[in-house]
């Protein structure tokens, strides 16, 4: 799949000139709503969609953010069902349609899997199985 992603200079350097602003990392979140604040003015004259909302699909927004030079987690596997995910040492899991943290679990070890959202740990990669099947219908 090719993602072709364009971002006018301006709204860049709103993003990073308010990260500069205040010394300190924004997160993507909050960089969206930089991003929100001047489409809405867009929207409002041409009543057209926010460009941000091509971002609502994570793969869209990872290669966004790839593409702004951000530091980015390798993928190792994507769009594929609960039941053939590799839950293995040291993996982040994050389903592709849930948001902020629902769904998003840490692989520590076999019997140390934490929940992220409520910060619940696991004993068993099938525990977390069970749990995220009710989570994610």
């Not at 000139?17 to 997160?27: A, C, L, V, W």
């Not at 489409?39 to 609502?56: A, H, P, V």
């Not at 594929?80 to 629902?102: C, D, Q, T």
């Amino acid at each position: 799949m090719k993602i072709e992603i364009n971002i006018d200079e301006s709204t860049l350097s709103t993003l990073f000139k308010e990260k500069t602003r205040k010394e300190k990392p924004i997160s993507f979140s909050k960089s969206l709503d930089l991003m929100w604040d001047h489409d809405k003015r867009c929207i409002r004259l041409k009543k057209e969609r926010s460009s941000t909302f091509n971002l609502d699909n994570k793969l869209v927004g990872y290669c966004f953010a790839q593409k702004c030079g951000f530091v980015t987690p390798k993928i190792y596997q994507v769009g594929i069902p609960l039941s053939e995910v590799n839950f293995r040492n040291g993996v982040v899991v994050k389903p592709m349609y849930e948001s902020s943290a629902r769904g998003v679990v840490i692989v520590y070890s076999e019997d140390n899997i934490v929940y992220l959202n409520k910060n619940e740990k696991y004993s068993s990669i099938s525990e977390v199985k069970t749990y995220l099947k009710k989570l994610i219908k």
